[in-house]
């Protein structure tokens, strides 16, 4: 539903079409949350072993003090449940004063910039 691109920059742009910001616009009129909307918006993607977005609040896998979005490049999941990113990682570090898929609804498309 979303597609995904990195950035010569670094960063990893996230564009939604116009049926899928209808979509998002739907998913929050339900209650939905940003971090359920951008899973479920990559879904193509982390079901096939790339792009998965995590929050970093729940600590697994750890990447910092942050509750901010993040999207890894791969996830794998070990026997014991923890989780580890193989790849690069990106973040949304304005979590706390915009949301991201609000952004993303309004203008068809966001940043989250390497970490």
């Known amino acids: 539903m979303f597609s995904i691109t990195p950035m010569p920059n670094g ?3 996230v564009c939604a079409d116009n049926a899928a910001r209808a979509w998002i616009k739907e998913e929050q009129q ?3 949350g940003s971090d359920d909307i951008l899973h479920g918006g990559t879904e193509h993607y982390w079901t096939n072993g790339s792009f998965e977005p995590f929050d970093a609040g729940q600590a697994n ?6 509750s901010a979005p993040c999207i890894a490049e791969h996830m794998t999941v070990r026997d014991d449940g923890e989780r580890e990113i193989d790849g690069r990682l990106w973040w949304y570090p304005n979590y706390a004063i915009t ?3 609000e ?3 309004r203008t068809g498309s966001v940043e989250f910039q390497a970490a």
């Open 11 to 13: 960063n990893l742009q």
């Open 30 to 32: 339900l209650g939905r």
């Open 61 to 66: 896998p750890f990447v910092g003090l942050t």
């Open 99 to 101: 949301d991201p898929m």
């Open 103 to 105: 952004v993303l609804k």
